[in-house]
């Protein structure tokens, strides 16, 4: 069975067992949640249920595998003959989830 989910201002397309890297959610490492913006479930029997915009009903619970930061993104700025540089990084917090079952 598929899903379409929304987490974060994103969608990800899953299935039980996937994981899946979602910006931060406020969740402890080891605790369960459940993501009801379901957008589209496909069952193994091929029939496909589309939600108007979400799925009324269903839900996907995932667990929280681990709270981590993504790589170390550079900002580097320069205006040339101006002696002007500026270097900055950013890491993005990430949170890593372990989808358990989708429910309708």
Same mark, same amino acid.
Do not use: W
């Given at each position: 069975?598929?899903? +379409? @989910?929304?987490?974060? #201002?994103? &969608?990800?397309? !899953? ?17 369960s ?6 957008? +589209? @479930?496909?069952?193994? #029997?091929? &029939?496909?249920? !589309? ?48 989808i ?5």
């Amino acid at each position: 069975m598929l899903a +379409v @989910i929304g987490a974060c #201002g994103k &969608q990800y397309k !899953v299935k039980s067992g996937d994981r899946i890297v979602v910006d931060r959610l406020p969740l402890e490492v080891g605790s369960s949640t459940e993501i009801r913006d379901v957008f +589209v @479930i496909s069952e193994d #029997g091929g &029939q496909v249920i !589309v939600g108007n915009p979400l799925i009324e009903g269903a839900v996907v619970r995932a667990s929280v595998l681990d709270q981590k930061k993504h790589k170390t993104v550079c900002i580097f700025k320069k205006n040339r003959r101006k002696n002007y540089r500026r270097k900055n990084g950013h890491r993005q917090p990430l949170t890593v989830l372990q989808i358990e079952e989708i429910l309708h």
